[in-house]
């Protein structure tokens, strides 16, 4: 007999990237519930930002991981198949958070993590009969995890797959994140010896480190970092600017291959910082810490969130004029986006300033709700502008003149993101 197909998707919310050839990096949570899957089943693995989905396909079940602004698209490919009597599981983020919504468009909702309900939920399945929701009372423990089947992605359409978590959760409470609502505030660690032997069975030496803060817990990092320096890994990742104040903690990065990390700036504003609780930034001088993080030999990916409520029109010119002074080798701009399940959220429901619940425009390019300073217009206007300057050919030159570091790589990052349009 045939084994029962599992068809799980990735949907895309960028509609004009869809199935338009290599990008950067594959979402993990593919290859992850691939692994978590037992071998009686065969498994299909599509990710519609490198290829299209068919719903005509066949399936036995189809599962479907979406985060809030590619929910619309999840709901639209869950609906076609469930129209041909294919049951389907939503899970993720948004589903998440908004089980109830998700739960309209599916067969059963996994709320949280899957690692503890997904074995059950086959079985379940195998029997015939499916749960409408599975959801695990506690954070799982993240011992034993499996090592993800990368092999079942189009390996040829990313830069890397080599995409790799070795903790959950964040201390932190940003009132514009979910992050801590769907994995919490402790930090939960992989063990690092399961860690190496996941990162020992790699293809290539370039890695992506998912964990929220990849330092977070320094005691913890710091072994880690020993251990990684014998694979002789390039590896990015994310973190916050107060690794800054651990001389050891950036040389051990440095040692372990670490060119880069993603860290959320957010915003030049200390009274931003302080009413969006991101702590780690409070009374931090950040330039201070942008320029001893650089002489360590790593570069800075910042990310800014504009829009927020000490913001006026001048931000625009405050945030590029910073990013630019403290030569960040790329940055992102957002909109503030009210996220469901965010305190942000929240407060402007109270305030009546959600301009629209189109799951899809929240995309952090656009503005769904009434900035307190300005105009949805005028943060729409001011935010393209910042992009426009920040990613022009005069600002790229100032920007890596200075620097031979990676001069190739940083000059190829940046053309690309002129080049993908992000204003």
């Not at 994995?183 to 996941?198: D, Q, W």
Request: glycine share 6%; with cysteine; hydrophobic share 45%.
């Amino acid at each position: 007999m045939a084994k029962p197909r599992i068809v799980i998707i990735f949907p895309a919310w960028e509609t004009g990237w869809r199935a338009g050839g290599k990008i950067l990096a594959s979402p993990l949570v593919l290859a992850l519930l691939a692994a978590l899957t037992p071998p009686e089943f065969e498994i299909l693995l599509i990710d519609e930002n490198v290829e299209p989905v068919d719903t005509n396909i066949l399936a036995d079940l189809v599962a479907i991981s979406c985060m809030t602004a590619s929910s619309p698209r999840a709901y639209e490919i869950a609906d076609a198949f469930r129209a041909r009597g294919i049951p389907v599981v939503l899970g993720g983020i948004h589903p998440t958070i908004m089980p109830d919504e998700a739960g309209q468009h599916a067969d059963t909702v996994v709320v949280g993590e899957a690692e503890p309900v997904w074995k059950t939920l086959l079985e379940d399945f195998a029997a015939g009969h499916l749960k409408p929701r599975y959801q695990h009372d506690v954070f799982c423990d993240l011992v034993n995890l499996p090592v993800p089947r990368r092999e079942l992605l189009h390996q040829d359409r990313y830069f890397t797959t080599n995409i790799v978590q070795t903790a959950r959760g964040c201390p932190n409470a940003c009132s514009f994140c979910s992050v801590w609502k769907v994995a919490g505030r402790k930090y939960r660690f992989r063990p690092i010896p399961e860690v190496i032997a996941e990162l020992r069975t790699l293809r290539g030496k370039r890695v992506g480190f998912i964990d929220d803060n990849f330092p977070g817990n320094p005691f913890r990092a710091k072994e880690l970092l020993e251990a990684m320096i014998p694979l002789k890994l390039k590896w990015v990742g994310q973190a916050t600017l107060d690794m800054a104040k651990d001389p050891e903690l950036l040389r051990l990065l440095a040692l372990s291959g670490c060119y880069a990390m993603f860290v959320g700036i957010e915003s030049v504003s200390q009274e931003n910082l302080s009413a969006t609780h991101k702590v780690p930034n409070i009374g931090l001088d950040m330039e201070v810490a942008i320029r001893t993080i650089h002489r360590a030999g790593i570069e800075i990916v910042g990310s800014f969130v504009l829009g927020l409520d000490e913001d006026g029109p001048s931000v625009f010119a405050d945030t590029l004029e910073f990013a630019e002074r403290n030569k960040l080798a790329l940055a992102q701009f957002s909109a503030l986006t009210p996220f469901p399940g965010t305190l942000t959220r929240q407060q402007l429901v109270d305030e009546g300033r959600i301009l629209s619940n189109d799951w899809g425009l929240y995309t952090m390019g656009n503005v769904v709700y009434q900035p307190k300073h300005m105009t949805p217009e005028e943060l729409a206007e001011g935010r393209a502008r910042v992009l426009r300057e920040f990613y022009s050919i005069p600002s790229i030159i100032r920007r890596n003149a200075t620097t031979r570091r990676r001069l190739g790589p940083r000059l190829v990052a940046n053309l690309l993101y002129r080049y993908r349009g992000t204003f």
